[in-house]
C-alpha cells in the first residue's frame, strides 16, 4: 500500500488518474479511508473513557485492520494507491503500520494552491512566507517520495 497526498491544484488527481491506467494499480481521486481511520483514531484516544482497556498492540491491530478492510475487495496483487491530503500529517503512523510504503506528495505552483486553499484570487500575498526559500515564476510542479 502507498499513499498520494499534496496540496490542492498540484496534481494528486492526475497522478490517481494515470496511475488507475495501469492494470496493476489501483487509485482512486481521492479516498474516504483518511476520514475513516481519523474516526478511528479518535475513538480510541483519551477522550474516550475506555481508551485504557485498549493495549497498544490492539490500537495498532485495528488501525491496520481499517486499511485492509477497506480494500480488501482489491487482487493481492494489485499495489494500492491511497489519496488524501491528510496523508502528510500522518507520516509517523503510516511508517509504523506500513513500513515498505511510500508517500507521493505533490506540490504545484504557490499561487494557485494559495487560491484553492483561501479560495479567492485577491488575498494572494505578494511575498513568499518566511520558511519558503523562492517562489517559481511559472507553472512548476514538484514531487516529494517519503519511504
Keep these: 500500500m502507498h499513499f498520494i497526498s499534496g496540496l490542492p491544484r498540484a496534481g494528486s488527481t492526475l497522478l490517481a488518474a494515470i496511475l488507475r491506467q495501469n492494470p496493476r494499480f489501483h487509485a482512486d481521486m481521492s479516498s474516504p479511508l483518511a476520514a475513516i481511520y481519523n474516526g478511528l483514531l479518535e475513538r480510541m484516544s483519551a477522550k474516550n473513557e475506555y481508551?485504557?482497556?485498549?493495549?497498544?498492540?490492539?490500537?495498532?491491530?485495528?488501525?491496520?485492520?481499517?486499511?485492509?478492510?477497506?480494500?480488501?475487495?482489491?487482487?493481492?496483487?494489485?499495489?494500492?494507491?491511497?489519496t488524501s491530503r491528510v496523508w502528510c500529517a500522518k507520516l509517523p503512523d503510516i511508517v509504523s503500520l506500513f513500513p515498505g510504503s511510500k508517500v507521493v506528495c505533490w506540490f504545484g505552483h504557490y499561487r494557485g494552491s494559495w487560491t484553492a486553499l483561501n479560495g479567492s484570487r485577491n488575498r494572494i500575498p505578494s511575498i513568499a512566507p518566511r520558511h519558503a526559500i523562492s517562489i517559481p515564476r511559472g507553472p512548476s510542479i514538484a514531487m516529494w517520495i517519503y519511504s
Design 51 to 82: 481508551h485504557l482497556s485498549i493495549s497498544d498492540a490492539q490500537r495498532t491491530s485495528l488501525c491496520k485492520s481499517v486499511f485492509t478492510s477497506f480494500y480488501a475487495h482489491i487482487p493481492e496483487e494489485t499495489v494500492v494507491f491511497d
